[in-house]
């Protein structure tokens, strides 16, 4: 017997193999139930979905003076939906305003819908006429989210509602998903148009130069910030095998090639070879294209220091849990996780020209061609590793007193002309995160 057998035959050996194994044993089953429960959600939203549809269940119940009906194209965890789930929320809770959803397809959120208001699903092969919906809303008003439910914005008028329409896509977008019929309606049904900035205006006047409606620009705010979230950074670090002095730069949403995951990747196989204490995550899963893309990449320099995950399903706290984040989309429109990252006080990267964005929310990010990718990795290695407290602050205190989500209501509900209660007049900001409680990795 050779000294290898000798050492697996003794006693504590063999413990530890039989320990080894019942870990994994146990990693296992654990890794089964949660496919289970995943499978189990998925049925049950699709269960939720089919209850929901105007086919399966009558619409909406009878409404007030105070009714308004929220417009949205789905319920996917999209910058899109969440502005909707958040205008829901805080139209119900903090204006009482009596709010009903309008989503043209289920998805994940679509219970968080539910739980605010009264939803309903309008599949595409819907039998019962459009108009009569609306008309059975109970609404006076509706409020459209994003320039793909422009082609409801007909049925919704002819049925005597008054129209809101909010757009955030920049001309890349109209053109990329074919949008201009939706903009051509909008443009000339609308009553009121709000432009996320006047970049977005000025791109949507080249598809449509027409607009019969008022006009607003307005930038969406958020909802204030949850000081839990940063409390569940350290948790969250640990999670990925991070040390103290490590630094994280994230990404997040669909890993598609125009969400820019490439690019992403590629940044971090570069800087990951320069820097031993830099990892990238990525959020949000990836596209088949993408995972085949992924496979045939030579990756040595990444092992352990690149994480994919699923869309997490509080993605803010792993904002605040990063050190910098890195939007690599090719084309976006107006991005809610740089809002939320900025109100953070978390530094950004972006490409040049990619997103809505105006000055001077744009003087508060890292800017690089997207084709360059010095100028890329530049900005990076600014954001990770040279960024101050100071500059955290400012991009806090730039983000209360431009971007929060009451301001933008107000403003939604004076163009309706619907009057707001004592209590949603004369509340404050006292729940937004201050500037001096954040803490910084590098700082």
Same mark, same amino acid.
């Given at each position: 017997?050779?000294?290898?057998?000798?050492?697996?035959?003794?006693?504590?050996?063999?413990?530890?193999?039989?320990?080894?194994?019942?870990?994994?044993?146990?990693?296992?089953?654990?890794?089964?139930?949660?496919?289970?429960?995943?499978?189990?959600?998925?049925?049950?939203?699709? =269960?939720?979905?089919?209850?929901?549809?105007?086919?399966?269940?009558?619409?909406?119940?009878?409404?007030?003076?105070?009714?308004?009906?929220?417009?949205?194209?789905?319920?996917?965890?999209?910058?899109?939906?969440?502005?909707?789930?958040?205008?829901?929320?805080?139209?119900?809770?903090?204006?009482?305003?009596?709010?009903?959803?309008?989503?043209?397809?289920?998805?994940?959120?679509?219970? %968080?819908?539910?739980?605010?208001?009264?939803?309903?699903?309008?599949?595409?092969?819907?039998?019962?006429?459009?108009?009569?919906?609306?008309?059975?809303?109970?609404? =006076?008003?509706?409020?459209?989210?994003?320039?793909?439910?422009?082609?409801?914005?007909?049925?919704?008028?002819?049925?005597?509602?008054?129209?809101?329409?909010?757009?955030?896509?920049? !001309?890349?977008?109209?053109?990329?998903?074919?949008?201009?019929?939706?903009?051509?309606?909008?443009?000339?049904?609308?009553?009121?148009?709000?432009?996320? !900035?006047?970049?977005?205006?000025?791109?949507?006047?080249?598809?449509?130069?027409?607009?019969?409606?008022?006009?607003?620009?307005?930038?969406?705010?958020?909802?204030?910030?949850? !000081?839990?979230?940063?409390?569940?950074?350290?948790?969250? %670090?640990?999670?990925?095998?991070?040390?103290?002095?490590?630094?994280?730069?994230?990404?997040?949403?669909?890993?598609?090639?125009?969400?820019?995951?490439? =690019?992403?990747?590629?940044?971090?196989?570069?800087?990951?070879?320069?820097?031993?204490?830099?990892?990238?995550?990525?959020?949000?899963?990836? !596209?088949?294209?993408?995972?085949?893309?992924?496979?045939? *990449?030579?990756?040595?320099? *990444?092992?352990?220091?690149?994480?994919?995950?699923?869309?997490?399903?509080?993605?803010?706290?792993?904002?605040?849990?990063?050190?910098?984040?890195?939007?690599?989309?090719?084309?976006?429109?107006?991005?809610?996780?740089?809002?939320?990252?900025?109100?953070?006080?978390?530094?950004?990267?972006?490409?040049?020209?990619?997103?809505?964005?105006?000055?001077?929310?744009?003087?508060?990010?890292?800017?690089?061609?997207?084709?360059?990718?010095?100028?890329?990795?530049?900005?990076?290695?600014?954001?990770?590793?040279?960024?101050?407290?100071?500059?955290?602050?400012?991009?806090?205190?730039?983000?209360?007193?431009?971007?929060?989500?009451?301001?933008?209501?107000?403003?939604?509900?004076?163009?309706?002309?619907?009057?707001?209660?004592?209590?949603?007049?004369?509340?404050?900001?006292?729940?937004?995160?201050?500037?001096?409680?954040?803490?910084?990795?590098?700082?």
């Amino acid at each position: 017997m050779n000294k290898h057998s000798a050492k697996l035959s003794t006693p504590n050996t063999r413990e530890g193999v039989w320990q080894i194994c019942r870990q994994w044993g146990q990693q296992m089953i654990r890794a089964s139930v949660r496919r289970w429960h995943r499978c189990q959600q998925r049925q049950a939203l699709r =269960r939720l979905a089919r209850s929901t549809t105007v086919h399966d269940r009558p619409p909406f119940g009878p409404g007030t003076a105070r009714s308004v009906l929220l417009v949205g194209q789905n319920a996917h965890a999209s910058d899109a939906s969440r502005l909707l789930l958040s205008l829901a929320r805080v139209l119900s809770r903090e204006f009482d305003i009596d709010v009903r959803i309008l989503l043209r397809q289920g998805g994940a959120l679509l219970p %968080r819908f539910m739980d605010i208001a009264e939803t309903v699903v309008l599949k595409a092969d819907f039998e019962q006429d459009p108009q009569n919906l609306f008309h059975d809303s109970g609404c =006076r008003h509706a409020i459209f989210n994003g320039c793909n439910t422009g082609d409801l914005l007909e049925a919704a008028q002819q049925a005597g509602l008054s129209c809101v329409a909010l757009l955030h896509e920049p !001309s890349a977008i109209i053109q990329a998903d074919c949008l201009q019929p939706q903009a051509n309606e909008i443009a000339h049904l609308a009553r009121h148009l709000v432009f996320s !900035s006047a970049t977005v205006r000025t791109e949507f006047e080249y598809h449509e130069p027409y607009i019969r409606g008022s006009v607003q620009v307005k930038a969406p705010g958020l909802e204030y910030a949850d !000081s839990r979230m940063s409390n569940n950074s350290d948790t969250l %670090r640990r999670q990925l095998g991070l040390r103290k002095e490590d630094r994280l730069v994230i990404g997040t949403g669909r890993g598609t090639r125009r969400r820019g995951f490439d =690019r992403f990747v590629m940044a971090a196989q570069r800087l990951c070879a320069e820097h031993d204490n830099l990892h990238f995550c990525w959020i949000g899963g990836s !596209s088949r294209e993408m995972k085949q893309w992924f496979r045939s *990449l030579p990756r040595q320099t *990444l092992k352990g220091r690149l994480h994919l995950l699923d869309r997490a399903p509080y993605t803010d706290s792993w904002l605040s849990a990063a050190d910098a984040l890195y939007l690599s989309s090719r084309i976006d429109a107006y991005p809610r996780d740089v809002l939320q990252a900025l109100s953070l006080g978390k530094p950004v990267v972006i490409h040049e020209g990619a997103t809505g964005f105006d000055e001077p929310l744009l003087s508060l990010l890292q800017q690089a061609d997207i084709d360059d990718n010095d100028a890329i990795d530049s900005a990076l290695r600014t954001a990770v590793f040279t960024d101050s407290p100071e500059q955290a602050r400012q991009r806090q205190a730039y983000m209360r007193e431009h971007h929060q989500l009451r301001d933008y209501v107000r403003s939604l509900l004076s163009l309706i002309e619907l009057p707001m209660t004592q209590a949603a007049l004369t509340s404050d900001d006292s729940l937004w995160q201050e500037p001096d409680t954040l803490t910084l990795a590098n700082g």
